[in-house]
Nanobody
Framework: QVQLRESGGGLVQAGGSLRLSCAAS????????MGWYRQAPGKERELVAR????????YYADFVKGRFTISGDNSKSTMALQMNSLKPEDTAVYYC?????????WGPGTQVTVSS
């Protein structure tokens, strides 16, 4: 069993910053990647950023490039997302995901609200 816990969400004004953190616990020995997804009301869940512990590559969705930075520590099974220059359209529930042996685990999500 694997458990994920996000933290760091909240309310911020447009142009501000937030830092999200995620910690995985349990059977994480074969953790290969972690990622952040988000889901706004009435929209589908979408990938924001992903970090691969297998090859060290990071991936960013076009709508966050240059504004968000993902980082992680495989030895601690943790990940963070630094979000700068936030926009109202970034408002969503942000979910942490971890891939272990081709299976994706999910956290409960943390709300990020950006006011204009």
């Amino acid at each position: 069993q694997v458990q994920l816990r996000e933290s760091g969400g909240g309310l911020v004004q447009a142009g501000g910053s937030l830092r999200l953190s995620c910690a995985a616990s349990g059977s994480t020995a074969r953790l290969s990647s972690m990622g952040w997804y988000r889901q706004a009301p009435g929209k589908e869940r979408e990938l924001v950023a992903r970090i691969s512990y297998d090859d060290g590559r990071n991936y960013y969705a076009d709508f966050v490039k240059g504004r968000f930075t993902i980082s992680g520590d495989n030895s601690k099974s943790t990940m963070a997302l630094q979000m700068n220059s936030l926009k109202p359209e970034d408002t969503a529930v942000y979910y942490c995901s971890a891939r272990i042996v081709a299976y994706d685990y999910w956290g409960p999500g943390t709300q990020v609200t950006v006011s204009s």
